[in-house]
């Protein structure tokens, strides 16, 4: 390890002038270190070499390629989880091991195909999650805001929704006779999980009390009625939103003095009790509110299992109270084993979705940590299953404005500074940016010197180009990592919708089945042209 020594009069002496320097000697530092930051393996040519032949011969082994049913299929969808953001989830989980963290592996890297999808709405360059949910869940492109119905309805408009609706790939793998289920670390009405089960025309009517009246008197359903009554055998439904399943005021069991997280709805329902009432006799339906109650679960005895564990969206990973509420990695766990008892197999909807939240407050530490938490779920999914069976894709909705750079130095901590100044400004900057929000700050004229501040604090907001009270989507493609049955038909660049009809041929679910009767039916049909002419050659 580099060490510098500063002489210790001149820190007494101008501690001002020193917090000047700091940067000068960020910069000095790295410098002097910068040949003992690569590991000595990697200064022997053959280390490169090999590891390079190694990737070949994983490479030609992919060219058998598994063509089984998907038994199985899981979707994991990382809210906001854009390239930028994938690396930099990869750098830290390398250094939370104590490691560099560039030649690390998220467990998503691990998976052999890799393609790359078009998030775009219909009506909108830049994306929002709701018509992006449309996409990859239902396989038809929408408009910005609205989920589970086609192009032709619009936003806030519930008079167009009648007609326009469209099914989700939760919809036919429930439709085959597989278990269904849906964990999230939102609220379980929030955009990305409401529209594998709801059709609406705007992705904010939680419950009955966030619609208009006009909407109200057109007939549509807010989205927690719908999660009750529009699939009422979804066998799994896991996350947050407990307020908008209970009449307006009615207090929280968790924060019982709380007025923010009181019921919301109009109606007077409590929905967690009508999502109890309607399962069929003899059936367990279980609902808990707490980690303790999830995990002491008998899952055997469970046929049907709602947690709803804050009052809106679970907390972040890094502020989460270990007691009461679950990770997203044991929510996880718990789904797959329930899932796994039918016979038939199960498709899981997995999202980690506070990654899009964190970067929304400019909070990049919150959402890359949220990052590395659903890539422990996906390395625990892929532990509980096998690729044989299983398909299971990782992908994004949208990215964000969201960038880390600098020209920073090997093992750079992913939350620390560019180890230069602005030679415009003259003070330091963090690696991480973000091209707008609210970390833009101007301290007396000028932009705010972050070594003033604790930018390595978990609710530092990195500073923005342009100042927003929220930062928003970025609109480049999102990556779509894929393993197990039919995984290399995700291979280029595609349309985001075209994910579940990929999804569905590996399952032999929805519309296109054709290919799974052909596979069924007996090969010996298709010898027999080339057994006669092997008779008459032999005659």
Same mark, same amino acid.
């Given at each position: 390890?580099?060490?510098?020594?500063?002489?210790?009069?001149?820190?007494?002496?101008?501690?001002?002038?020193?917090?000047?320097?700091?940067?000068?000697?960020?910069?000095?530092?790295?410098?002097?270190?910068?040949?003992?930051?690569?590991?000595?393996?990697?200064?022997?040519?053959?280390?490169?070499?090999?590891?390079?032949?190694?990737?070949?011969?994983?490479?030609?082994?992919?060219?058998?390629?598994?063509?089984?049913?998907?038994?199985?299929?899981?979707?994991?969808?990382?809210?906001?989880?854009?390239?930028?953001?994938?690396?930099?989830?990869?750098?830290?989980?390398?250094?939370?091991?104590?490691?560099?963290?560039?030649?690390?592996?998220?467990?998503?890297?691990?998976?052999?195909?890799?393609?790359?999808?078009?998030?775009?709405?219909?009506?909108?360059?830049?994306?929002? *999650?709701?018509?992006?949910?449309?996409?990859?869940?239902?396989? #038809?492109?929408?408009?910005?805001?609205?989920?589970?119905?086609?192009?032709?309805?619009?936003?806030?408009?519930?008079?167009?929704?009648?007609?326009?609706?469209?099914?989700?790939?939760?919809?036919?793998?429930?439709?085959?006779?597989?278990?269904?289920?849906? #964990?999230?670390?939102?609220?379980?009405?929030?955009?990305?999980?409401?529209?594998?089960?709801?059709?609406?025309?705007?992705?904010?009517?939680?419950?009955?009390?966030?619609?208009?009246?006009?909407?109200?008197?057109?007939?549509?359903?807010?989205?927690?009625?719908?999660?009750?009554?529009?699939?009422?055998?979804?066998?799994?439904?896991?996350?947050?939103?407990?307020?908008?399943?209970?009449?307006?005021?009615?207090?929280?069991?968790?924060?019982?003095?709380?007025?923010?997280?009181?019921?919301?709805?109009?109606?007077?329902?409590?929905?967690?009790?009508?999502?109890?009432?309607?399962?069929?006799?003899?059936?367990?339906?279980?609902?808990?509110?707490?980690?303790?109650?999830?995990?002491?679960?008998?899952? *055997?005895?469970?046929?049907?299992?709602?947690?709803?564990?804050?009052?809106?969206?679970?907390? =972040?990973?890094?502020?989460?109270?270990?007691?009461?509420?679950?990770?997203?990695?044991?929510?996880?766990?718990?789904?797959?084993?329930?899932?796994?008892?039918?016979?038939?197999?199960?498709?899981?909807?997995?999202?980690?979705?506070?990654?899009?939240?964190?970067?929304?407050?400019?909070?990049?530490?919150?959402?890359?940590?949220?990052?590395?938490?659903?890539?422990?779920?996906?390395?625990?999914?892929?532990?509980?299953?096998?690729?044989?069976?299983?398909?299971?894709?990782?992908?994004?909705?949208?990215?964000?404005?969201?960038?880390?750079?600098?020209?920073?130095?090997?093992?750079?901590?992913?939350?620390?500074?560019?180890?230069?100044?602005?030679?415009?400004?003259?003070?330091?900057?963090?690696?991480?940016?973000?091209?707008?929000?609210?970390?833009?700050?101007?301290?007396?004229?000028?932009?705010?010197?972050?070594?003033? #501040?604790?930018?390595?604090?978990?609710?530092?907001?990195?500073?923005?180009?342009?100042?927003?009270?929220?930062?928003?989507?970025?609109?480049?493609?999102?990556?779509?990592?894929?393993?197990?049955?039919?995984?290399?038909?995700?291979?280029?660049?595609?349309?985001?919708?075209?994910?579940?009809?990929?999804?569905? =041929?590996?399952?032999?679910?929805?519309?296109?089945?054709?290919?799974?009767?052909?596979?069924?039916?007996?090969?010996?049909?298709?010898?027999?042209?080339?057994? *006669?002419?092997?008779?008459?050659?032999?005659?």
């Amino acid at each position: 390890m580099c060490v510098t020594h500063p002489h210790p009069r001149s820190l007494l002496a101008a501690p001002t002038q020193c917090r000047r320097m700091k940067p000068l000697l960020v910069l000095l530092l790295a410098q002097l270190c910068s040949a003992s930051l690569v590991p000595e393996r990697e200064k022997d040519p053959e280390y490169w070499r090999r590891q390079a032949q190694e990737t070949l011969q994983n490479a030609l082994r992919l060219q058998r390629l598994n063509q089984n049913v998907a038994k199985n299929l899981i979707l994991f969808l990382g809210d906001g989880m854009g390239v930028s953001t994938v690396t930099a989830a990869r750098i830290l989980k390398g250094q939370l091991q104590h490691g560099q963290g560039e030649e690390s592996l998220l467990e998503m890297d691990k998976f052999p195909f890799v393609a790359l999808a078009k998030t775009y709405n219909t009506n909108a360059q830049v994306p929002d *999650s709701a018509g992006t949910a449309t996409a990859y869940l239902c396989g #038809v492109k929408a408009n910005e805001g609205t989920l589970g119905v086609s192009a032709g309805v619009t936003r806030d408009r519930c008079n167009t929704t009648k007609g326009q609706e469209v099914t989700s790939i939760l919809r036919w793998a429930k439709d085959a006779g597989k278990a269904v289920g849906i #964990v999230t670390t939102t609220r379980v009405t929030h955009a990305t999980p409401s529209a594998a089960y709801a059709h609406s025309a705007n992705r904010d009517w939680y419950s009955d009390g966030e619609m208009p009246p006009d909407a109200l008197e057109g007939g549509c359903k807010d989205i927690a009625r719908q999660l009750v009554e529009n699939i009422p055998d979804i066998e799994v439904i896991l996350g947050g939103g407990r307020k908008y399943m209970y009449p307006k005021n009615v207090s929280d069991v968790e924060y019982p003095q709380e007025e923010k997280h009181r019921g919301t709805r109009l109606d007077h329902r409590n929905l967690v009790q009508a999502w109890q009432d309607a399962k069929p006799r003899g059936k367990v339906a279980e609902y808990v509110w707490h980690r303790r109650g999830l995990l002491a679960l008998n899952l *055997s005895r469970v046929d049907f299992l709602l947690g709803l564990f804050e009052p809106g969206d679970m907390v =972040y990973e890094l502020d989460r109270n270990n007691e009461t509420d679950p990770s997203l990695s044991e929510m996880v766990s718990v789904a797959i084993r329930m899932l796994q008892k039918n016979p038939r197999g199960f498709f899981l909807l997995v999202e980690g979705g506070r990654i899009d939240h964190g970067h929304h407050e400019g909070k990049a530490k919150q959402a890359l940590h949220e990052a590395v938490e659903l890539d422990r779920a996906i390395g625990l999914a892929t532990r509980l299953t096998s690729t044989q069976d299983t398909l299971s894709v990782v992908t994004a909705d949208h990215s964000h404005v969201f960038t880390f750079g600098g020209y920073t130095p090997r093992g750079n901590p992913i939350f620390g500074l560019a180890p230069m100044q602005s030679d415009v400004d003259r003070k330091p900057f963090t690696s991480i940016l973000y091209g707008n929000g609210p970390g833009y700050k101007i301290v007396a004229g000028e932009r705010e010197n972050v070594s003033a #501040v604790d930018f390595a604090h978990a609710d530092y907001q990195a500073q923005s180009a342009v100042p927003l009270r929220q930062e928003t989507h970025g609109g480049e493609d999102v990556a779509v990592f894929a393993r197990g049955p039919m995984a290399h038909l995700l291979h280029g660049v595609h349309e985001q919708n075209y994910i579940p009809h990929a999804m569905a =041929y590996a399952a032999c679910i929805g519309s296109n089945r054709g290919h799974c009767n052909a596979a069924a039916r007996p090969a010996t049909p298709l010898l027999l042209p080339f057994l *006669s002419l092997l008779l008459l050659l032999l005659c």
